[in-house]
C-alpha cells in the first residue's frame, strides 16, 4: 500500500510539472487558442450562475455576441459551468486561475489512467499507460482555453473505473455511489455520453465477478440512482421550458434533425445522399470538394476522427478546421500516431482474452460512430481526446502481448529490469 502511494504521488507529481511547465510555454508554440465560440459561452454561462444562482431561470440573459454571431449559452450541459463560477467566486474571473484547474483535471487522469490500465489488465500496463499519458500532447494542448475537454478526459476514464470496480465487487455497498454521481455530472456535463448507456448494461451483465443476474441488479441501482439524481435539472427545464427537455435543449436539436434520416433504410440513404446533402442547412452536413458518395463521405470523416496528423485544412458546413502547425502536428504522431499499431493489436488481443478490455474498445467504438455517422456532429479529433485514454491503455496492451512472443522474448535477458517488470508479476 505504501509503495503504490509513493507511485500515485509520484505520478501527480511529475504530471503537474511536466503540465505546468506546459501550460506556460504553449502559447508561444500553438496560435490556434481562443478561436472556439465555446471559450465564451462557457465563461457567460458561469457568470449567469453566479449573478441568477444555480438554476439561471432567466435563459435571455445567456445570449452571447460573439463576432457578430448570437449565441445561447443554454444549449450547453450545467456541469463545466458550475466548476467554472465556483472558481469565479473564490478567484474571481482571472482566465489563468479558471484555466489552471485543467493542469489540475488533466494530473489527475494519469492517475485514473493507471488504476484503470491495472484493474483492466495488469499493473505494468496501468504504469506504462500513465506515465505516456504525463507527456500525451492530446492531454494538454486544450489546457490554457475555457473548454471542458481536460474534464471530459478525466471523467470518462473515471466513470469506466468506477464501473470496473462496481463489476468486481459482490454486492453494492454505500461506495456505490460514486460510480451514478460520476456518470450523473459527465451527461450533464454533455449530454451526448448519455449514448454509453447501453454499453454500462452490457458490461455490468457480461463481466459481473458474480453472476449476470447480479451485474442486471447493480445496473438497475445504478440506473435508478442516475435517474434520481437527474430530477433537480429535470424539473428546472421544465420551469424553464414548460416541457420535459433532457438535460439540454441539444438533444432536442439532435432527435429533431435525425429522427427522419435514422428511420430510412441504408440503401435509400446512400442513394440519396447527394440530394440529401443538398437539402440540409449548412451548418448539419459535411461539405468536401471532392464527394463522391455516402461511403466516401463517411471514410473521409473517419480520417479527419483518426488522423495522427491535420495536414489540410477541413470543413463542415461554415465550420473550418485549420490545418495543424508543424509542431502540433509532430506532437500528435509522436504521442498519438505512434500507438495506433499496438492499439490495433491490443484490440485483437483483447478481443480473444479480456471482457473487460473488450467493453473499452465498445466505448471507443460507440464514441467514435457518434461523430463519423451522424452528420450534424463534428468528426474533429478534438471530440476523441476524451477516449483517448481508453487508446493508450489498450495499445499497451497490444506492446504487452507482443514483448509476450517468442522472437521478442530472445531480445529481453531473463536478468534485465525490463524483463524482471514485465514478467515477474502481471499485477
Known amino acids: 500500500m505504501k509503495e503504490n502511494t509513493k507511485l500515485i504521488i509520484s505520478i501527480f507529481c ?13 502559447p508561444q508554440f500553438f496560435d490556434r487558442m481562443f478561436r472556439f465560440w465555446d471559450d465564451w459561452i462557457y465563461l457567460e454561462y458561469a457568470k449567469n450562475i453566479l449573478n441568477q444562482g444555480w438554476w439561471v ?19 450547453v450541459g450545467p456541469g463545466y459551468p458550475l466548476v467554472v463560477s465556483l472558481i469565479m467566486f473564490l478567484f474571481g ?7 489552471f484547474l485543467n493542469v489540475i483535471f488533466s494530473s489527475l487522469t494519469c492517475i485514473v489512467i493507471y488504476y484503470l490500465g491495472k484493474e483492466v489488465f495488469y499493473k505494468q500496463i496501468g ?14 494542448i486544450y489546457m490554457p482555453r475555457v473548454l471542458k475537454e481536460n474534464l471530459l478526459q478525466l471523467l470518462i476514464p473515471l466513470v469506466i473505473l468506477l464501473m470496473v470496480y462496481e463489476i468486481k465487487k459482490e454486492k453494492v455497498n454505500m461506495i456505490s455511489i460514486f460510480f451514478p454521481l460520476a456518470f450523473t455530472y459527465l451527461v450533464h456535463s454533455d449530454e451526448r455520453y448519455i449514448i454509453f448507456f447501453p454499453i454500462i448494461l452490457f458490461t455490468m451483465i457480461a463481466c ?7 451485474g442486471l441488479k447493480k445496473f438497475t441501482v445504478f440506473l435508478a440512482a442516475v435517474i434520481i439524481l437527474s430530477i433537480p435539472w429535470a424539473v428546472r427545464n421544465y420551469v424553464v421550458y414548460n416541457r420535459l427537455v433532457i438535460l439540454t435543449t441539444r438533444t432536442e436539436w439532435f432527435r429533431e434533425n435525425n429522427v427522419e434520416i435514422v428511420k430510412k433504410p441504408l440503401f435509400d440513404r446512400i442513394l440519396n445522399s447527394k440530394a440529401v446533402s443538398g437539402n440540409l442547412d449548412n451548418t448539419s452536413k459535411m461539405k468536401f470538394e471532392n464527394k463522391s458518395g455516402y461511403f466516401d463521405e463517411k471514410l473521409q470523416r473517419l480520417s479527419i476522427y483518426w488522423a495522427p496528423m491535420v495536414l489540410r485544412e477541413s470543413k463542415l458546413g461554415s465550420n473550418v478546421m485549420l490545418a495543424g502547425s508543424l509542431k502540433y502536428n509532430l506532437g500528435g504522431l509522436l504521442t498519438y500516431g505512434i500507438l495506433l ?8 488481443f483483447t478481443l480473444k482474452k479480456n471482457k473487460l478490455g473488450f467493453s473499452l474498445i465498445i466505448f471507443i467504438i460507440i464514441q467514435s460512430l457518434l461523430h463519423i455517422l451522424i452528420d450534424i456532429i463534428n468528426p474533429w479529433p478534438r471530440y476523441r481526446y476524451p477516449i483517448d485514454s481508453l487508446i493508450i ?6 506492446f504487452y502481448q507482443l514483448l509476450q512472443l517468442k522472437i521478442f522474448k530472445r531480445l529481453i535477458l531473463p536478468s534485465s529490469n525490463l524483463y524482471s517488470f514485465l514478467y515477474v508479476s502481471k499485477h
Open 14 to 26: 511529475i504530471a503537474f510539472i511536466v503540465r505546468v511547465i506546459f501550460f506556460l510555454i504553449m
Open 57 to 75: 431561470l432567466d435563459i435571455s440573459k445567456l445570449d452571447v455576441n460573439i463576432d457578430g454571431r448570437q449565441y445561447n449559452a443554454d444549449g
Open 93 to 99: 474571473d482571472d482566465l489563468r486561475v479558471i484555466m
Open 127 to 140: 504504469i506504462l499507460s500513465s506515465f505516456w499519458s504525463i507527456i500525451y500532447v492530446y492531454f494538454m
Open 208 to 214: 459481473d465477478n458474480v453472476h449476470r443476474i447480479n
Open 341 to 348: 499499431p499496438f492499439f490495433i493489436v491490443g484490440s485483437i
Open 393 to 398: 491503455i489498450i495499445a499497451f496492451y497490444g
